[in-house]
């Protein structure tokens, strides 16, 4: 049996957006990253599953209890908010055990599991600071902390890294993965970053407009992309070749040979790379080259070769 199991779960909103026929199972030890772009449900999803909302109909099960109607308190489940939601007010220390405020135990086993959290996280130093002292990645951990104090059985994390630049965020969800697979937590992430979800998910889904459309191993999500959505999320450029769709990636192309031609828009040095936009057939596509290669000036007409092209359905 399914350690997270959701049936055919619908949700209606006003403004006429609705989760529609959501069907997911997720095993024990697993983290499950959910993609998909800005508005396609992936928050409404997870408020629904920690009973923040309830839907209209079907089912939500955690280790074959029936949760659907249950009060949040009630259902185990801990969950780490995009803001992060952090007391401003608070110490570190006082933030993490405001987590264990409905959990009965003795103040000494409360202080003792605060502690044990912060010196597994690496902020034992800091417990003593307030959030507004302390930089963006440790307040996720603060936060993560917080959230797993209580021991939930099932984990939430809705985009925890959006706050946090580029080059930190690929360090602390390279920690937070082995966080959470150490801990054993089963946990689902959300994510509209397709590199951050791939990276975290022992499997992943893709939701588009409330539907999910697919799930699998991050790498054949990826290599495969089912469909045209799926493709453009992942950054496939899409054109027609023989009278089908094809998908390709922007570097999985060869330029100055084969019998393809695009029209240059505009180049750009991207520091490893030089990123070339071009139109095919009135389609913007987007190519990388090496940049040891002279790059093709603004309209200028090059020929490409596709070195793995995927046919889409």
Same mark, same amino acid.
């Given at each position: ?57 079907? #089912?939500? /099960? ?7 109607? +249950? $009060?949040?308190?009630? @259902?185990?489940?801990?969950?780490? %908010? ?70 939930? #059985?099932? /984990? ?7 706050? +946090? $630049?580029?080059?930190? @965020?690929?360090?602390?969800?390279? %920690? ?72 390709? /990636? ?8 084969? $019998?393809?031609?695009? @029209?240059?828009?505009?180049?750009? %040095? ?44």
């Amino acid at each position: 049996m399914p350690f997270v199991e959701i049936r055919a779960l619908n949700k209606r909103y006003r403004g006429g957006f609705e989760l529609h026929d959501i069907n997911l199972s997720i095993e024990k030890g697993e983290i499950f990253t959910l993609m998909g772009p800005s508005g396609s449900g992936k928050t409404s999803l997870l408020r629904n599953i920690c009973g923040l909302e309830t839907p209209d109909a079907g #089912s939500i /099960l955690i280790d074959g209890r029936e949760i659907t109607h +249950l $009060d949040t308190s009630k @259902r185990g489940i801990g969950l780490v %908010f995009q803001d992060l939601a952090l007391f401003p007010h608070m110490t570190v220390y006082e933030n993490i055990a405001f987590g264990l405020r409905s959990v009965k135990m003795e103040e000494k086993a409360k202080r003792g599991r605060v502690m044990e959290l912060a010196e597994r996280l690496g902020i034992s130093e800091l417990i003593e600071r307030y959030p507004g002292q302390i930089s963006g990645g440790q307040r996720q951990r603060v936060a993560l902390a917080r959230t797993v104090a209580p021991f939930p #059985s099932l /984990l939430l994390l809705d985009e925890p890294l959006s706050s +946090l $630049d580029e080059q930190l @965020r690929a360090g602390v969800r390279s %920690f937070m993965k082995s966080f959470v697979k150490q801990m054993g937590f089963t946990a689902i992430y959300v994510t509209h970053d397709h590199r951050e979800g791939l990276f975290m998910a022992d499997r992943a889904g893709l939701i588009f407009d409330g539907t999910l459309s697919i799930s699998g191993r991050p790498d054949e999500l990826f290599l495969k992309p089912a469909d045209e959505k799926s493709a453009a999320f992942f950054g496939y450029n899409i054109i027609e070749m023989d009278g089908h769709r094809v998908a390709f /990636l922007p570097g999985e192309c060869e330029i100055g040979r084969g $019998d393809r031609s695009a @029209r240059v828009i505009s180049t750009g %040095f991207e520091g490893e790379m030089t990123r070339v936009y071009a139109q095919v057939d009135g389609r913007e596509i987007h190519l990388f080259i090496p940049n040891h290669r002279n790059a093709p000036r603004n309209g200028e007409t090059i020929k490409f070769d596709l070195l793995r092209p995927v046919m889409l359905r």
